[in-house]
């Protein structure tokens, strides 16, 4: 582990503003519409207006013969080029997360994602065809030429309905449509401490389906060298372009040195994004058909349509109390949408994980179901998983407080795992590494000021209104790839570089990264220079999802800090013809006894003066490089907790809801840049916001049609409905981490669902307003406040 001194203006802990900010606000970031290579052609995507139907025929002719058409590629001429299904590869399987026990003799079902599908269509909006023409103009018109003979199929949009003895079967190889079924924890002590309970309160509800909606719409860029039969992908995915290439390669069926992925900037992700599009690979592709490279840009409605999206999870469970308040066990049933391919289980797995949150509930058991349907397919989104679980708890937590006298604070209080008990394995075999909950819950309701509620409530009744306040508190347990790799290398031009494998998408890695650097290796934050992002400089990494990438940063950047520090220390053992042993290292220099020295830049150049024997010792070329690697594969979860209060206030003529404030306080561990992490904090928050009380994706059910295409119908939060967020950021060392580093990104997100439907029920109270469903629109909430009133 790196020597920590002292705290550097630079370093570790410092608030430093975003360097890339400056370059993103002023017009000079580069996304992937606004590379334009020499001959480039554009394509559009020919997409299916059905839910499900068999492709009979596809007729390309009058599309081909309109002006400036260059191809028309299909399903058949991807198949005729080998074009391999997508490698989603969705796993269920490995640590930190909980063990799913599969029924005897049950297979998992994972489904063949081709990137143009050859006879069938199973979502509105599968793209089926490819035009590339001169200009996006001239293949939008002629995509409109492409004759398509479909045979429409009965479709489903929901489990309940995929499931059901007379559903369509929506892949012949899967009857029933079950991708997956699985069980945790204990289910006869479970039953036993349901005998055995004074309290039991029930909630079945539905997280429902959201979708990411980055700023920058999907993009892509294919290029092909015939010299050097070599593919070149530029656009942006939260795995990373090294992750990308290897899947490119694949559904390719070339070697992985064959291709190339290389990403600019990217305007948000949230998951979203993570998994492999076909416009990915299907761009590089027609480059090479035609010879020429080959750019899509979807416009948005492409994007509502076609985006993976996320949640759509259903829970049936049930809590069990004793008759002082305590907790005894906890059952229900998770069953997660797919949509229409099974591309990530991660969502349902990550919740069953952590079903019972932040609490001592001594027995457990969940069923979980992946189910198949007829819609656009669900991928990872901000928490994946976690804010369902922590959306159930808490909502049972407070039901079990209103129904039998309790009060909600002192329940959870009574409840919540005491920092003594860590590390604590939770009832499914998940094992929490530290943290103290209570004195988070504590310090969160201190800084709401939760005993002078009553006096504000008291403030908004004078105005009409019902006011309403709510805590939530949450635990994450966060993975993702677990290998990453960090170099560094000193350069002839007084720069320290520094490469590594992630992909931000607004994390601020340009930024945080160099700090860590700038902080162990004791050298100014500006003499570091940042890379990633192109697969011919970056060699290993996985990409930023689940919370890893500062996770697993820190540790390989650590790592190659001290292979740096070790080569330059032989160097300068040789150079200042001192023992190793006595070279010392501080503020980017080595010195030997007497005071003698030499700095990092120097010791880079002296590389080429070495013995060699020397040379061949530290693997040191001749070149004058001075250089460290770190490559690590760290299987062990990341833990974020935290706890989060709002207060809302609620007319009850109209229904409208307005959040008038929020404290957010969240666990990270070590903050390397706490500006960022607040600013992290905000936009989470605001996400959960928005699923909370307007976004929804909505399918027609009986025909599967999206409703809810455009901004229109698809409601987004704005800074008028986002109230002033008081981030709290505390730092109690993960012990699962050499760094003591929690994520530090999602945790606005986790509760807030929860949080904002207890606030605005606990609004209603008087009305007699029980629970809400999400989410919460204003037209809900007045038919709820009016349904209580008839009593």
């Not at 489904?111 to 490819?130: C, H, I, K, Q, S």
């Not at 003066?609 to 070329?621: F, V, W």
């Not at 990341?638 to 209060?645: E, K």
Request: with cysteine.
């Amino acid at each position: 582990m790196p020597t920590q001194g002292p705290n550097r203006p630079t370093g570790i802990g410092a608030p430093l503003r975003r360097t890339e900010d400056r370059r993103l606000t002023t017009g000079k970031g580069r996304y992937t519409s606004d590379f334009f290579p020499q001959a480039l052609c554009h394509a559009v995507m020919v997409r299916s207006p059905h839910a499900h139907a068999k492709i009979r025929a596809i007729d390309v002719s009058r599309a081909m013969a309109a002006p400036g058409v260059i191809a028309v590629l299909t399903g058949a001429d991807a198949a005729a080029d080998g074009l391999a299904p997508i490698p989603h590869n969705p796993d269920w399987v490995g640590p930190p997360d909980v063990t799913l026990r599969l029924p005897p003799d049950f297979e998992v079902f994972t489904t063949d994602n081709a990137v143009l599908p050859l006879d069938t269509v199973r979502y509105v909006g599968e793209a089926v065809a490819m035009v590339v023409a001169e200009t996006a103009a001239a293949a939008a018109d002629a995509a409109e030429q492409v004759d398509i003979d479909y045979e429409p199929l009965r479709a489903v949009t929901t489990p309940r309905a995929a499931q059901a003895p007379d559903a369509p079967d929506i892949w012949p190889e899967r009857p029933g449509n079950l991708s997956l079924t699985c069980e945790v924890g204990d289910k006869d002590a479970t039953a036993r401490a349901f005998n055995a309970a004074a309290h039991v309160v029930k909630l079945d509800s539905w997280v429902h389906r959201v979708t990411g909606s980055p700023m920058e719409p999907r993009a892509a860029i294919g290029e092909y060298d015939a010299a050097t039969e070599r593919y070149t992908l530029r656009a942006g995915s939260g795995r990373g372009a090294v992750q990308t290439r290897e899947r490119l390669a694949l559904i390719l069926g070339v070697r992985k040195e064959q291709c190339r992925a290389v990403f600019g900037d990217m305007g948000g992700n949230f998951g979203t994004r993570n998994a492999f599009s076909p416009e990915y690979a299907l761009m590089p592709w027609a480059a090479r058909r035609v010879g020429r490279p080959v750019k899509w840009v979807g416009d948005r409605r492409e994007c509502f349509l076609s985006d993976y999206q996320a949640r759509d999870l259903t829970s049936e469970a049930e809590l069990a109390l004793d008759a002082d308040g305590n907790f005894l066990a906890l059952r229900g049933v998770n069953t997660l949408n797919l949509g229409a391919y099974a591309v990530y289980f991660w969502p349902l797995r990550k919740g069953l994980s952590m079903m019972q949150g932040v609490y001592r509930i001594p027995s457990v058991y969940f069923q979980g179901h992946a189910v198949l349907t007829n819609t656009a397919p669900t991928a990872v989104y901000r928490s994946a998983g976690r804010p369902e679980a922590i959306f159930m708890i808490e909502r049972l937590i407070d039901l079990a407080a209103d129904a039998h006298g309790f009060d909600r604070v002192d329940l959870r209080r009574r409840n919540l795992i005491p920092s003594a008990a860590m590390p604590f394995t939770n009832a499914v075999g998940v094992t929490y590494d530290s943290g103290d909950y209570v004195a988070g819950m504590d310090e969160a309701l201190r800084e709401a000021d939760w005993t002078g509620f009553n006096a504000r409530r008291a403030e908004s009744v004078k105005r009409g209104l019902c006011r309403g306040i709510g805590v939530a508190n949450y635990i994450e347990v966060t993975s993702g790839i677990p290998r990453e790799r960090a170099e560094l290398k000193v350069c002839g031009d007084g720069c320290v570089e520094l490469v590594v494998g992630t992909m931000s998408s607004g994390q601020g890695h340009e930024t945080s990264f160099p700090q860590l650097v700038s902080e162990w290796l004791q050298i100014p934050f500006d003499s570091v220079r940042f890379i990633a992002n192109d697969t011919d400089r970056v060699s290993v990494g996985g990409g930023s999802h689940s919370g890893r990438s500062m996770r697993l940063v820190s540790i390989a950047v650590g790592e190659a800090v001290e292979a740096l520090i070790a080569r330059g220390t032989a160097i300068a053992a040789h150079v200042l013809q001192a023992p190793a042993a006595d070279i010392t290292y501080a503020d980017g220099a080595f010195t030997a006894p007497g005071g003698a020295s030499i700095d990092l830049y120097d010791a880079a150049k002296a590389v080429a003066g070495l013995p060699d024997d020397l040379r061949e010792e530290l693997d040191a070329s001749l070149e004058g490089e001075l250089e460290g690697v770190g490559d690590i594969t760290n299987r062990a979860g990341g833990y974020p907790y935290g706890a989060h209060v709002c207060e809302v206030e609620v007319d009850p003529e109209t229904g409208h809801v307005a959040i008038v404030a929020w404290t957010a306080l969240d666990d990270v561990g070590l903050a390397v840049n706490p500006l960022i992490l607040h600013g992290q904090a905000h936009g989470a928050v605001t996400q959960g916001i928005g699923q909370a009380l307007m976004e929804a994706i909505h399918y027609d059910p009986d025909s599967a049609q999206l409703l809810s295409g455009s901004f229109m119908d698809y409601a987004m939060p704005r800074a008028s409905t986002t109230p002033p967020i008081n981030t709290i950021i505390t730092e109690v060392p993960a012990s699962s981490h050499p760094h003591g580093v929690r994520p530090g990104g999602e945790g606005g997100t986790t509760p807030a669902l929860a949080l904002v439907i207890n606030a605005i029920v606990d609004a209603l109270s008087d009305f007699g307003v029980k629970h809400i469903e999400m989410p919460a629109t204003p037209q809900r909430v007045w038919r709820a406040i009016e349904a209580a009133r008839r009593g």
